[in-house]
C-alpha cells in the first residue's frame, strides 16, 4: 500500500460546479496534513494546511478523519483558474518529520 | 508564504559532465531541506532529506555518490548531478522547512533538467 493515496482523475467539472477530493494516508502517527496546488510545469504551491477540526479558506475547506485516515479538500463554485493538479502532502515520521506526497489529482474545470 | 529560490530553473547538459543546482531559503533560516524529482505524469519522489551540517539521508535507490547533497548553511543546498546521463532528465525540486517542526514545507521553482 502506498503512504499517501490519491485518486489521480481526471475530474472534469464545469464551472461553478463543487467538487471534492479524497486522499488517504497509511501512518496513523501522521500528525500534519496539507494539501498543495501545482500547475503545469511548475512547482507545487502551499493550497492550505489541515487542521483536526476541519477548516475554511474562501472556497476551499479541509477536512480530516482520523480514524478513517483520510484527508479531503472541497472545491466551491469552481473557476477555471481552478484547474491544477492537487497533491495531498503528509508529514510521516521517519526519524524528523518528511512531508510525503501523493500522485495527485487532476482538476479540468470547463466553461 | 516563505520564499525559497531554485537556480538555474532549465538547464541542458551533455551525457557525463556535471549539473549543480542550487536552493536558497530567502527569508528563513532552513535547518531541513528536501530534494524531489518528479517524471512527466507522475509524483514527487523524494531523493534525500538534507540537514544543515550534517550528511544526507538518500532514499533507497538514490545513489548518493551521483547526487551530491551539500547544505553548508541554513540557507542553501546544492543538488550537484553527476555524470549525467539521458535517463536523469527529470524535474528536480528542493523544499525547505524551518527547524525539524512537523510544519509546512516550501518549494523552490523546480529545475528542469535534459540531458542529451
Known amino acids: 500500500r502506498k503512504e499517501v493515496e490519491q485518486d489521480p482523475g481526471p475530474f472534469n467539472v464545469p464551472e461553478g460546479a463543487t467538487v471534492a477530493f479524497n486522499c488517504t494516508y497509511s501512518?496513523?502517527?501522521?500528525?500534519?496534513f496539507f494539501w498543495y496546488r501545482q500547475d503545469c510545469r511548475k512547482e507545487p504551491k502551499l493550497l492550505m494546511s489541515?487542521?483536526?477540526s476541519g477548516n475554511e479558506d474562501g472556497r476551499f475547506t479541509a477536512q480530516l478523519n482520523r480514524a478513517s485516515q483520510y484527508i479531503s479538500l472541497l472545491i466551491r463554485d469552481s473557476k477555471l483558474s481552478d484547474s491544477a493538479t492537487y497533491l495531498c502532502v503528509v508529514n510521516m515520521m521517519r526519524g524528523s518529520y518528511i512531508p510525503t506526497f501523493g500522485r495527485g489529482t487532476s482538476l479540468i474545470v470547463h466553461p | 508564504g516563505a520564499v525559497v529560490s531554485q537556480h538555474p530553473s532549465r538547464v541542458i547538459c551533455k551525457s557525463g559532465t556535471s549539473v549543480k543546482i542550487e536552493c536558497r531559503s530567502l527569508?528563513?533560516?532552513?535547518?531541513?531541506m528536501f530534494w524531489y524529482r518528479q517524471f512527466p505524469k507522475q509524483s514527487l519522489m523524494l531523493m534525500a532529506t538534507s540537514n544543515e551540517g550534517s550528511k544526507a539521508t538518500y532514499e533507497q535507490g538514490v545513489e548518493k555518490d551521483k547526487f551530491l547533497i551539500n547544505h553548508a548553511s541554513l540557507t542553501l543546498s546544492t543538488l550537484t548531478v553527476t555524470s549525467a546521463h539521458p535517463e536523469d532528465s527529470s524535474f528536480y525540486i528542493c523544499?525547505?522547512?524551518?527547524?525539524?517542526?512537523?510544519?509546512?514545507?516550501?518549494f523552490g521553482q523546480g529545475t528542469r533538467l535534459t540531458v542529451v
Open positions: 527569508d528563513f533560516q532552513a535547518t531541513t
Open positions: 489541515v487542521y483536526s
Open positions: 501512518n496513523s502517527a501522521s500528525q500534519s
Open positions: 523544499s525547505a522547512r524551518m527547524g525539524h517542526l512537523n510544519t509546512e514545507a516550501f
